[in-house]
């Protein structure tokens, strides 16, 4: 089959052609017009899809056409305006009009574009007549800088009218107020919007404003103008105004008002009205002050004395005013004051240093002289303040109690060197009646020890000579029947007895070796000896309990002590040792039934009685002699339980009187 191809030309009519052509160019130009405006565009359908976009919005978010075609517009939506977006989008649904709103866009970088979007719904002949929303996108970013800008120069430009302590107001040629700052209508008691636009009479009054109308007058004229005057206001009252008027021109240098910079005064001359009344006040109490007052410059000339100071030097007010602070100084003080002069006037803080002063009579006085800066209405150094106090007679005493100080000082030497040598003869006296005390001691030991072993070795063995002696008579007798042999048997045995009994004694005087362990075996023994006269029980409370040796002995030897007295001197029909604890204390006892303390003094003057109690001390416990209340006598040595404290600390401690008084009774004894 042929094939043919059909030219448009020729399907249709000319006048068809032509109007086709149109229309072709007239899509071309819309298309041109849609992508290169200066406005970004974009269309997006009901749910939000981008259908058409021109290059200015790809510009604008910096993707491709591409890329954008069918995106959601919501992904250029900043994450805090998606929901006034779907509010947007819901609205367009909803309308046959335009809807505008303001969005926070991101273009690719996620930059931030402040635009405002506004859509209107049209039917697509390119989209088979579907409705798409063709929305504009107005770049609003630099305007909202700019807005932001102007903000912020505008609160700036407020807050400077505000804060200043100038008023600022602004007025027209007809005397009305154009502008005032809120510093002005505090002034005036009212607010800004209450005073703009009012005419100036209104706001102070006829006689106020006539008052200050000769400097309006000469502002109008158009020259600047300033003063200073007391002004009434109707709320406000007084105030005492600096203002500086300037003229306010227009563009062809026309004076159309005026702009008033105040200043309200009126707080400063009512301080130095204070200020010079006060100082009228102050001047009065400095002359019929009692303390000397002067005030020098920075070199130390006088510029001011009072009559107190004028007095106490014997100058007259004039005099004193040709001189110099060093020239009425002690010499020997000169350099002190002008390095105070130098410090107060560097440092701005007061100083106070006692020196001399020279009087006119040429007598010198002791002063306190306090030191203060004074600055003038500048706030600069001005002049020193000296304050100065008589101190003469102070510094008299002060010099009498130094040297009854260094007389005491000399005494206290005195004394101590004498307390040293009275303390290097009191220790020497007691070293040596501690060892009078030892020897005391170790002559009685060795006494006992000698006494003892003569009668094991003399009379003992004697005794027992008589009775073989005895006994071979006996046996004589017998065999020749002289004499009874039941006699002589009789003599032997009491002999034998006699010796037994010396063997006890012999045995209780010796001396015995006792320690911690052996003690209570040792206190039977003591009591169980048939030597003496009145029966001894040992008593221990299961609470007893002893680990020192030294202790252990002594306590030995005090209980047979108290029995060899308690068997002398009671008459007794009992004697019990009692060992027992008791408030952390070891208490040995040893209790009688005798006839009680009847002679306690002869009893406290015996040898017996101060070794016991020397003994006692050195344990560092102490020695008790009392009678209960049913009778006899009872012997009490109370020991700390616990390591005993060692002897020579115990009398360390003890007082001079205390070892003077041992050493007395040692002496008696």
Avoid at 20 to 28: L, T
Avoid at 108 to 124: D, G, H, L, W, Y
Avoid at 506 to 523: E, I, K, Q, T, Y
Avoid at 561 to 587: D, P, T
Wanted: glycine share 4%; charged share 30%.
């Amino acid at each position: 089959m042929r094939s043919f191809s059909l030219d448009p030309n020729q399907l249709y009519p000319p006048r068809t052609r032509s109007h086709m052509n149109k229309v072709e160019h007239a899509a071309q130009r819309y298309a041109d017009l849609y992508d290169f405006a200066p406005v970004g565009y974009v269309s997006f359908d009901r749910s939000g899809r981008i259908a058409e976009i021109n290059l200015t919005a790809t510009e604008l978010f910096g993707l491709p056409r591409e890329r954008m075609i069918g995106m959601p517009f919501a992904v250029l939506v900043w994450r805090e305006d998606a929901p006034a977006f779907l509010n947007h989008l819901l609205r367009c649904r909803n309308s046959d009009t335009r809807v505008e709103t303001e969005l926070r866009l991101k273009n690719a970088k996620r930059e931030m574009i402040q635009a405002e979007v506004c859509s209107t719904p049209i039917n697509a002949s390119a989209h088979n007549g579907a409705v798409l929303f063709q929305t504009s996108i107005v770049d609003l970013t630099r305007r909202k800088a700019a807005e932001a800008a102007l903000q912020e120069k505008e609160a700036e430009l407020e807050l400077i009218t505000t804060e200043t302590p100038f008023m600022l107001t602004r007025c027209t040629r007809d005397l009305r107020y154009r502008y005032v700052s809120r510093a002005y209508a505090e002034m005036v008691g009212r607010n800004p919007e209450e005073v703009s636009g009012k005419p100036i009479v209104e706001i102070m009054g006829e006689k106020s404003l006539a008052k200050i109308l000769p400097y309006i007058k000469r502002v109008l004229s158009g020259e600047p103008v300033s003063y200073e005057a007391l002004v009434s206001f109707p709320k406000t009252g007084q105030r005492f105004l600096h203002g500086v008027y300037t003229p306010d021109k227009n563009e062809n240098g026309e004076v159309i008002g005026w702009i008033a910079s105040l200043l309200d005064l009126t707080e400063q001359k009512r301080a130095e009205k204070a200020l010079t009344e006060s100082q009228e006040r102050l001047r009065t109490i400095i002359d019929h002050a009692n303390a000397s007052i002067a005030r020098y410059d920075q070199g130390g000339r006088i510029h001011f004395a009072n009559p107190r100071l004028c007095k106490m030097l014997g100058y007259s007010r004039s005099e004193l005013q040709e001189k110099t602070v060093q020239e009425i100084t002690h010499a020997d003080d000169v350099e002190k004051t002008a390095e105070t002069l130098e410090r107060v006037w560097r440092t701005a803080a007061p100083s106070e240093i006692d020196k001399r002063y020279i009087r006119k009579d040429g007598s010198i006085i002791w002063v306190s002289v306090c030191d203060a800066l004074e600055r003038d209405a500048a706030g600069q150094p001005a002049f020193v303040v000296a304050v100065a106090v008589d101190i003469t007679v102070r510094k008299k005493m002060e010099d009498e109690l130094r040297k009854s100080k260094e007389r005491l000082e000399e005494l206290v030497q005195e004394r101590t060197k004498a307390l040293r040598i009275a303390n290097a003869e009191l220790k020497s006296e007691i070293d040596r009646r501690k060892g009078l005390e030892g020897e005391i001691l170790s002559v009685s030991d060795r006494e006992q020890q000698r006494l003892g072993q003569e009668l094991h070795d003399g009379l003992c063995q004697h005794l027992t000579a008589v009775a073989f002696m005895a006994r071979s008579v006996a046996l004589r007798l017998r065999n020749h029947r002289v004499i009874d042999a039941a006699d002589i048997e009789k003599i032997a045995e009491l002999v034998n007895n006699a010796a037994s009994d010396t063997r006890d004694l012999s045995r209780a005087l010796h001396r015995m070796d006792v320690d911690s362990n052996r003690l209570v075996m040792a206190l039977h023994d003591l009591v169980d000896r048939e030597i003496w006269r009145t029966p001894c029980v040992l008593e221990i409370k299961p609470s007893f309990r002893i680990d020192d040796d030294a202790a252990a002995a002594h306590l030995y030897r005090i209980a047979r002590e108290a029995i060899i007295n308690a068997n002398k001197h009671a008459q007794a029909r009992k004697v019990v040792v009692r060992l027992e604890r008791s408030l952390r204390e070891i208490v040995l006892r040893v209790t009688d039934d005798g006839v009680g303390l009847s002679s306690e003094p002869r009893l406290k003057q015996g040898l017996g009685f101060h070794i016991m109690n020397y003994r006692a001390q050195l344990m560092g416990g102490r020695l008790e002699i009392d009678s209960p209340k049913r009778g006899g006598t009872c012997v009490s040595c109370f020991l700390p339980d616990g390591a005993p404290e060692p002897a020579n600390r115990k009398r360390g401690r003890a007082s001079k009187a205390d070892f003077a008084g041992k050493i007395a009774e040692l002496q008696r004894v």
